[in-house]
T-cell receptor, first 111, second 115 residues
Framework: DAKTTQPNSMESNEEEPVHLPCNHS???????IHWYRQLPSQGPEYVIH???SNVNNRMASLAIAEDRKSSTLILHRATLRDAAVYYC????????????FGTGTRLTVIP | DTGVSQNPRHKITKRGQNVTFRCDPI?????LYWYRQTLGQGPEFLTY????????KSRLLSDRFSAERPKGSFSTLEIQRTEQGDSAMYLC?????????????FGSGTQLSVL
């Protein structure tokens, strides 16, 4: 499975945008890029996913580099409830049966 | 609540005892997964089921671990002769399809503490 690299931690002020980076230089053409987040004392929850084009949903936006070797999760206005560990995950045809989470990025939101 | 349900939320046991956890997936989901998460780490895959068939097991799943999903509905994860190293959060997840872009729905987990 192709792996991802994320910063261990990031901080953001409340109500400001947050850009969470993810590097995936060994991504293959059929790999999807998924983002999950894990709030304290909860299981991970799906945030967004994409293949080649940028994606938007009610939670966030996903910006995918043209060469697909990196992506950025964008939270447009961070709230205290967005404080969580964010995981960037690739899924391919062989690893479709499980997700490799890594250690993710711990986002701290400062009031 | 139509999400993934796990019971119990917390389990404290003594070393050497057996424990069993239960997971009730979202009803129409035919794939069910078990993950383990230790402090400061991301979840690690243990095993998954397609309906009642257990199709893949991680090397993390030692012989002391067994999982079942009778009738393709709820699932149980049993740990025999628990060790202190088994202390972790055990997460269950489910999804409907098999496509790589299908999202997983996770439960809140069972926190196991082995004394």
């Amino acid at each position: 499975d192709a792996k991802t690299t994320q910063p261990n931690s990031m901080e953001s002020n409340e109500e400001e945008p947050v850009h969470l980076p993810c590097n995936h230089s060994t991504i293959s053409g059929t790999d999807y890029i998924h983002w999950y987040r894990q709030l304290p004392s909860q299981g991970p929850e799906y945030v967004i996913h994409g293949l080649t084009s940028n994606v938007n949903n009610r939670m966030a936006s996903l910006a995918i580099a043209e060469d697909r070797k990196s992506s950025t999760l964008i939270l447009h206005r961070a709230t205290l409830r967005d404080a969580a560990v964010y995981y960037c995950i690739l899924t391919d045809q062989t690893g479709a049966n499980n997700l490799f989470f890594g250690t993710g990025t711990r986002l701290t939101v400062i009031p | 609540d139509t999400g993934v349900s796990q019971n119990p939320r917390h389990k404290i046991t003594k070393r050497g005892q057996n424990v069993t956890f239960r997971c009730d997936p979202i009803s129409e989901h035919n794939r069910l997964y078990w993950y383990r998460q230790t402090l400061g780490q991301g979840p690690e895959f243990l095993t998954y089921f397609q309906n009642e068939a257990q199709l893949e097991k991680s090397r993390l799943l030692s012989d002391r671990f067994s999982a079942e999903r009778p009738k393709g509905s709820f699932s149980t994860l049993e740990i025999q002769r628990t060790e202190q190293g088994d202390s972790a959060m055990y997460l269950c997840a489910s999804r409907f399809g098999v496509a790589t872009n299908e999202k997983l729905f996770f439960g809140s987990g069972t926190q196991l503490s082995v004394l």
